[in-house]
C-alpha cells in the first residue's frame, strides 16, 4: 500500500510539472491568423517561428497617444527591405480592443506589422510583466536577440532610428561572438 501512495504522489506531482510546463508556452495568434508558439525560458523567450530574428514585442494602447506616435516609425521600419530580413515587431494592443476593433484601427492608422489583439493572451502579458517588473505604462517594449534572450526593455517612445540601432548593434555583437568563438578553436 505504501508503494502505490508513494507511485501515486510521484504521478501527482509529475502531472503537475507537466501543467505548469504547458502553462508557460504559449500559442499566439496575430489579427492575420500568423501564430507563433512561445515558450518562457530562463533568459527570455523563445519563439519558433521567429528564430534567427531580432524581436521586438511592443505593448501599446490603441488610445494611447504616445503609442500612436511611434506607430508610423515602426510601419516605415518594417518595409525597410534589409531590416525586415533579420528583425520583427511583434505588437500587443493592451487597451482591451477586441479583435474586429484592432483590424479595423491597423486598417484605418495604416499599420503594416505584426499586430495581437492582447485581450486574448493576458496570461503571456502577465508573465512579460511579472518578469520584467513592468510598471504597465505603455508603450512598453521587450527586445529579444537572435536567440531570444532579452537584451533590453522599457517604457517610453521608441523611433524607427532606435529600432535599426538595436538591430545593428545585436548583429554586431553576435557576428563578433561568432569571431571570438571561431579564434579560439
Not at 13 to 19: C, D
Not at 53 to 76: N, Q, S
Request: aromatic share 10%.
Amino acid at each position: 500500500m505504501k508503494i502505490l501512495s508513494i507511485l501515486l504522489l510521484l504521478f501527482s506531482f509529475l502531472v503537475a510539472g507537466e501543467t505548469v510546463k504547458k502553462e508557460l508556452d504559449f500559442n499566439i495568434t496575430d489579427i492575420n491568423g500568423n501564430s507563433y508558439h512561445i515558450k518562457n525560458t530562463t533568459e527570455g523567450l523563445s519563439i519558433d517561428e521567429l528564430k534567427g530574428k531580432v524581436v521586438f514585442l511592443a505593448f501599446f494602447g490603441h488610445k494611447c497617444p504616445p503609442c500612436r506616435m511611434e506607430m508610423p516609425g515602426f510601419t516605415k521600419f518594417t518595409k525597410d527591405k534589409e531590416y525586415a530580413k533579420k528583425a520583427v515587431i511583434l505588437a500587443f494592443e493592451v487597451q482591451g480592443l477586441d479583435e474586429d476593433g484592432l483590424k479595423s484601427f491597423v486598417k484605418n492608422q495604416g499599420l503594416d506589422y505584426r499586430i495581437v489583439a492582447g485581450s486574448k493572451y493576458s496570461n503571456f502579458i502577465d508573465l512579460v510583466g511579472y518578469r520584467t517588473k513592468w510598471n504597465w505604462g505603455i508603450p512598453f517594449m521587450v527586445v529579444l536577440d537572435t536567440k531570444g534572450k532579452v537584451v533590453n526593455f522599457g517604457n517610453g517612445i521608441v523611433s524607427e532610428e532606435e529600432l535599426k540601432n538595436l538591430v545593428d548593434t545585436i548583429h554586431k555583437d553576435v557576428n563578433s561572438t561568432k569571431v571570438d568563438n571561431n579564434q579560439t578553436k
